[in-house]
């Protein structure tokens, strides 16, 4: 690409992120003492490997710290009190990369610290209403990898355009606008009036959501103004429509040198874009891997840094975001996928001067089982494998210059959530969780066994004395039509053998994601109140292979539903719950199947716990972030073309079915899923005369990340339980 043409495509999009400087962290980088048990993850490692930067929340907080991999000394880097997602060490090891989620909301943005606490600087999200997440560090650590969610242009109180339906979805843009009155309904169900989130009287004022509350995520009622940048509006100037009717979203992928030396270089950028992220640069710089598509369709794809243009495409699986490695002559890329495939195996794929594809093999496979994780060293010859079997994880390490066999890694729990290679020599920094421990980090050396760092968690203080955690027992129900679900139960302590108990029937989110046997506070909470827990995976739940992953698209969302009954009836005919005393509980996708499963199956469940879910499919789409819409579309169906099957799957349309106690939970920053959408059930509800409540999470998001706030949650849902379950 010339460079006056590649100037002006930067031009198009809005200011490249600039590093903006801020003073050194608050606070004593001495260890305070725990407030909490806590856990540690997500850990990045030195190139020495001697160091480890990781997040723990030992004060409350999940924030980032840095400790010995094989020693007790821990700091805490960064006091302030916005919650850490996400790490990563710079390869020369002069910056620690980090994303914060500032108020606990959903927007997020990136930082740059230097190990020893100096020089913190925001690096990419610092403009208002922008979102901005990590990428890759380029090899030789001059640079970072920042996707930035850039927001509609303001443009003052805007209007809806009416464009006709269109036939077909355009791949090179948004989706086509919504028409008038979309978010409407009729029959017994109708959205329900009154302010709340996101609207404004006719003056254009409106509520205030508080420091760190995004503007314009309202619960879409139509027919009212709204002020600022608002996903389901076309602004004035004309800007053509995104999915959701407004101007469309834009990720934008850059490199930036967090010192500021040297200007962001643009890397990747897309219209009406649901995902965008540079997974890694290959040694000279010449291509980037970019993992980009919606949830059930991400792609790899192999980008040319000189102009843009793109190399080759290969699908990926859902999951962990870092999908693969470029070779260390770039001639070779080791990718995670699922191309072709039920479950995701180790592909190398050969790949031409420009990035274009001429070959692809199997490295490594296994049968019936997702390769989940995957972590190179730093020299590209061998690569750290973990499997997902059955819900469970085993460890592996594999040559990639030589024929030899993989050499199993013993593991000390059942799930590892990360993997991070530590140092030339070849050790391995592990984060596991399992169901008799909190989420902890392990250091393990070059041929040798793996062990606890001193700083994590001992698994002898996850649960107060006298109450050990329990361990759970896989479950695999069959659906009324045939289909072999999962899932895991969970039976509380002291109850005699073979005499049936009170029972939670707990749904993930998702819904790609998957049950997994680790150590859930809120389990515990109501296992020690003396409910059994049954986690189910139901269709569209990852692990099982891709087809029941897809299995729930469409009207198999419907089969989905019919899931939940089916898993409940399943423990009840095994003798394990007590089919009187049934209640639904789950979070984001899973709470929208609480609210589904007790207006389609209203006899089965004496209450319900819905968290951050979604009541109606149409008000969603009106309200979330213009990249989830994106996203979501797949799954759940297109808010134009599917717009009636998507009120036909919403819970809020068949409200008049509800019969029981319903809890709502909800973060009052959560713009993924907005609190409008519990707010309309209970309010509901209430309409109709049964026992509705809802609970609102100060400074949080669609996750609970405050160990104060978490505990509210628990003991609330676990109160509530045992309330109506007559306990």
């Known amino acids: 690409m010339a460079a006056d043409t590649r100037d002006r495509l930067i031009g198009a999009m809005s200011a490249a992120p600039v590093p903006v400087p801020l003073a050194d962290a608050a606070g004593t980088r001495d260890t305070p003492r725990p407030l909490v048990a806590h856990g540690c993850w997500y850990p990045s490692a030195d190139p020495t490997g001697e160091w480890v930067a990781f997040i723990c929340d030992r004060t409350g907080v999940p924030q980032l710290w840095t400790g010995l991999a094989n020693g007790s000394e821990i700091h805490l880097l960064d006091a302030d009190p916005d919650p850490v997602t996400e790490v990563s060490w710079s390869p020369d090891g002069r910056w620690i990369a980090y994303t914060v989620a500032p108020g606990g909301g959903e927007h997020t943005r990136v930082l740059c610290v230097r190990p020893d606490g100096t020089g913190r600087r925001i690096v990419a999200g610092a403009d208002a209403g922008s979102s901005a997440y990590l990428g890759c560090w380029t090899r030789d650590g001059s640079a970072v990898a920042v996707t930035v969610a850039e927001p509609p242009p303001p443009t003052g109180l805007t209007v809806r355009t009416v464009l006709p339906e269109p036939s077909a979805p355009d791949h090179g843009t948004a989706f086509g606008d919504l028409p008038a009155g979309w978010a409407e309904r009729d029959g017994p169900a109708t959205l329900l009036g009154g302010t709340g989130h996101g609207q404004v009287g006719p003056d254009g004022s409106g509520p205030d959501h508080g420091p760190g509350a995004p503007a314009g995520h309202g619960t879409g009622v139509p027919g009212r103004a709204t002020a600022g940048p608002v996903h389901g509006t076309a602004g004035l100037d004309g800007e053509g429509p995104g999915l959701d009717g407004g101007a469309p979203d834009r990720l934008t992928a850059y490199l930036v040198d967090p010192s500021g030396l040297g200007s962001p270089v643009l890397v990747a950028a897309e219209s009406g874009a649901a995902t965008l992220r540079v997974c890694d640069v290959s040694q000279d710089g010449r291509l980037a891997l970019v993992r980009r598509g919606p949830r059930g369709r991400r792609e790899a794809v192999v980008v040319r840094t000189a102009d843009l243009a793109t190399g080759s495409v290969l699908r990926v699986g859902d999951g962990d975001p870092w999908i693969g490695r470029f070779s260390q002559d770039g001639r070779t890329l080791w990718l995670r ?10 592909l190398a794929a050969t790949l031409d001067e420009d990035g274009g594809r001429v070959g692809l093999s199997v490295v490594a496979e296994r049968e019936g089982s997702d390769l989940e994780l995957l972590a190179f060293a730093e020299d590209g010859r061998t690569a750290a494998l973990a499997w997902n079997v059955r819900g469970a994880s085993e460890l592996e390490t594999l040559s990639l210059s030589t024929a030899a066999r993989p050499r199993r890694v ?40 793996s062990a606890r760092t001193p700083w994590s968690s001992r698994d002898e203080d996850a649960v107060p004395p006298g109450r050990p955690p329990v361990r759970p027992v896989p ?22 053998a073979g005499r049936p108990g009170p029972c939670v029937i707990h749904l993930h989110g998702g819904p790609e994601e998957q049950e997994r046997p680790v150590f859930d506070p809120l389990y515990h909470e109501l296992l020690g109140r003396g409910l059994d827990v049954f986690a189910p995976d139901v269709r569209g739940s990852s692990g099982w292979g891709r087809s029941f992953v897809d299995a729930d698209l469409g009207t198999g969302r419907f089969a989905a539903i019919d899931d939940v009954a089916d898993c409940a009836a399943h423990v009840v005919l095994d003798g394990l719950a007590d089919p009187t005393r049934l209640a639904v509980m789950g979070r984001s996708y899973g709470g929208y199947l609480t609210m589904a499963s007790l207006v389609w199956h209203p006899e089965l469940f004496r209450t319900g716990v819905a968290v951050c879910g979604m009541s109606d499919l149409s008000t969603f789409f009106a309200g979330t972030e213009p990249w989830i819409a994106e996203s979501a579309a797949h799954k759940y169906g ?9 009120r036909a799957l919403s819970p809020m349309n068949r409200v008049d079915a509800l019969r029981v106690p319903l809890l709502a939970v909800h973060g009052e920053h959560d713009t993924n899923v907005p609190p409008g959408e519990s707010e309309q059930m209970v309010r509901a509800a209430r309409e109709r005369g049964l026992p509705a409540e809802m609970l609102t999470l100060r400074d949080e998001g669609h996750e609970f990340r405050r160990a104060d706030n978490r505990r509210l949650f628990r003991r609330a849902a676990a109160d ?5 379950l007559g306990l």
């Not at 996928?337 to 180790?346: I, M, T």
């Not at 991070?420 to 040798?448: E, Y």
């Open 410 to 449: 013993p593991l000390p729990h059942e799930v590892v959530t990360r993997i991070t290679r530590a140092g030339p020599a070849g050790g391995t920094v592990l984060a596991l969780s399992g169901s008799q421990r909190r989420p902890g980090v392990w250091w393990a050396p070059p041929g040798g066994l």
């Open 720 to 724: 509530w339980m045992q309330r109506h």
């Open 337 to 346: 996928s699922d191309h072709e495939r039920q479950f995701a195996a180790l």
């Open 475 to 496: 479950l695999r129900p069959t659906a009324r039509d045939g289909v072999r679900l999962g899932g895991w139960y969970y039976r509380a302590a002291g109850r005699d």
């Open 638 to 646: 297109h808010p134009v073309r599917d717009r009636e099957l998507l």
